[in-house]
Each structure stands twice: as structure tokens, then as C-alpha cells.
T-cell receptor, first 110, second 110 residues
Framework: GEDVEQSLFLSVREGDSSVINCTYT??????LYWYKQEPGAGLQLLTY?????DMKQDQRLTVLLNKKDKHLSLRIADTQTGDSAIYFC??????????FGKGTKLSVKP | EAQVTQNPRYLITVTGKKLTVTCSQN?????MSWYRQDPGLGLRQIYY???????DKGDVPEGYKVSRKEKRNFPLILESPSPNQTSLYFC?????????FGEGSRLTVL
């Protein structure tokens, strides 16, 4: 099937904001997710947004959804070294299937 | 406690020796799915199931079988494992926007 696209790498300095972008494939997707995976660990749900929303904010995390462009972004304010991980975008397609992007590796430099 | 349980968590086996990775959820979810995670390739879907006795192929179904005879269980079967099936496997279940993942099963095929 078509891919959920993410850039593979992002490097930021501690204290800066990080913005991780994702382009999904199904304009009828109902839910869109951001997951975090630290080295050797499982998948941690960070946040999700329903398709009738444009934005969702949760502490340092802000999710923006542009349905017209099928673009999803995750902004992490005041990025810390503990935020270093791989971040996966995922969509639930119209048939109910859950598909992931390849992940963006975020590196935070002190 | 709501959870998705996978077993085994770790397994080393040899080429051709049939194995089954079990997945069980206690939330009465209709949707369940299997993914494999490989470096640089993100999470790729193997099979998914929208309900009992309903299963569909994901992006990488070759070499795998599944069954969904009851709602809570969704085992992943490798009839004749090969080294290219060495990977980290995740099972997931979903109801609406609520997604739950198992902790992962690391499989090595020699």
C-alpha cells in the first residue's frame, strides 16, 4: 500500500523546539497518532488526534493536522535530552487498518 | 488491568522449525494486528483482523499465517521460519481511537 512519509532524522539543541512532520495517505483517516520509541523499548503512545480536529495540545506537545494536505506535525517545546528517541506517525485508514511511518530519529544535543 | 500480552518475549530458533507467537487482549477489542519492526523500515503490518474469523493481509504477509477463532486471541504462526524473519514483533488491539500494544517479541531465526 501507499506509505506514510516521515523524514528519517532530526537534530536539535536542548531547549529548542522540535517539529516532526508526517504526510499520511488516506483523506478518510479517522485517527492519527504519534508514538515514541526509546532504544530497546516498546512503543509509547504520546498523543492522538481525531480527524475533525485541527490542533491538540498536551503540555509540551502540540499536534497540528492539515487535512487538505494530509499533513500531521508534532511540536515538542523546550526539547530535552530525554526526548531523544524515534517518533512514529500512524494513521487509521478508512477500512480500519492501522499503518505506521518509518519513524523519525530525534537527536537532542546538549 | 487493560493489556495486550505477547508470548514468548524472546525466542531463538532454527530455520524450518514451526513456531507460534501468541497475542491475547482482555479488552474485548474487535481489531487486532501484527507488525514487525526492522531497523530503518519502521513498523510494517503483517496481518490484521477486524473481527472474529475476519483476517486480511498487511504489507508483508509472506511466510506468516494468523487465525482469529475468538475475539481475545490472535496468534502469529511461522510455519517454516527463515533468517529473514528475524525481527521484533508487536501485536496491537484497538477500539475506536484507543490503541494498545504488546511489549514486543524478539525473534531470532538461525
Amino acid at each position: 500500500g501507499e506509505d506514510v512519509e516521515q523524514s528519517l532524522f532530526l537534530s536539535v539543541r536542548e531547549g529548542d523546539s522540535s517539529v516532526i512532520n508526517c504526510t499520511y495517505t488516506d483523506s478518510s483517516s479517522t485517527y492519527l497518532y504519534w508514538y515514541k520509541q526509546e532504544p530497546g523499548a516498546g512503543l509509547q503512545l504520546l498523543t492522538y488526534i481525531f480527524s475533525n480536529m485541527d490542533m491538540k495540545q498536551d503540555q509540551r506537545l502540540t499536534v497540528l493536522l492539515n487535512k487538505k494536505d494530509k499533513h500531521l506535525s508534532l511540536r515538542i517545546a523546550d526539547t530535552q535530552t530525554g526526548d531523544s528517541a524515534i517518533y512514529f506517525c500512524a494513521e487509521i485508514r478508512s477500512q480500519g487498518n492501522l499503518i505506521f511511518g518509518k519513524g523519525t530519529k530525534l537527536s537532542v544535543k546538549p | 488491568e487493560a493489556q495486550v500480552t505477547q508470548n514468548p518475549r524472546y525466542l531463538i530458533t532454527v530455520t524450518g522449525k514451526k513456531l507460534t507467537v501468541t497475542c491475547s487482549q482482555n479488552m474485548n477489542h474487535e481489531y487486532m494486528s501484527w507488525y514487525r519492526q526492522d531497523p530503518g523500515l519502521g513498523l510494517r503490518q503483517i496481518y490484521y483482523s477486524m473481527n472474529v474469523e475476519v483476517t486480511d493481509k498487511g504489507d508483508v504477509p509472506e511466510g506468516y499465517k494468523v487465525s482469529r477463532k475468538e475475539k481475545r486471541n490472535f496468534p502469529l504462526i511461522l510455519e517454516s521460519p527463515s533468517p529473514n524473519q528475524t525481527s521484533l514483533y508487536f501485536c496491537a488491539s484497538r477500539l475506536g481511537g484507543e490503541l494498545f500494544f504488546g511489549e514486543g517479541s524478539r525473534l531470532t531465526v538461525l
